[in-house]
């Protein structure tokens, strides 16, 4: 049974830092390409990064170049997102899923920038 569990969020100000961590289990999760998404309140959910499965790839939405980065180690299954200069625009739940995503999804974790 896939799950998906998202910590690392909070609330920082903007130019913060802040380093998301993603823990998945029940699937082979080294075979796939793995992505972060957000979901801003009255927007629709959208991709952040993404990593391919032996992690020597990944891609950036344009909002974000040069402030995320993304990693993955497939010998914990786990994934991880460093958020650098932090923008009030960043704020958002953010989940951990497979690309193109499984139908489950977890809970996220929230992150709010805010002064």
């Known amino acids: 049974q896939v799950q998906l569990v998202e910590s690392g969020g909070g609330l920082v100000q903007p130019g913060g830092s802040l380093r998301l961590s993603c823990a998945a289990f029940?699937?082979?999760?080294?075979?796939?390409?793995m992505a972060w998404y957000r979901q801003a309140p009255g927007k629709q959910r959208e991709v952040v990064a993404r990593?391919?499965?032996?992690?020597?790839?990944?891609e950036y939405a344009d909002s974000v170049k040069g402030r995320f980065d993304i990693s993955r180690d497939n010998t914990k299954d786990t994934m991880v997102l460093q958020m650098n200069s932090l923008k009030f625009e960043d704020t958002a739940v953010y989940y951990c899923?497979?690309?193109?995503?499984?139908?489950?999804w977890g809970q996220g974790t929230q992150v709010t920038v805010s002064s």
């Open positions: 899923n497979r690309w193109p995503a499984f139908t489950y």
């Open positions: 029940g699937f082979f999760f080294r075979g796939y390409t």
């Open positions: 990593i391919s499965s032996g992690g020597s790839s990944a």
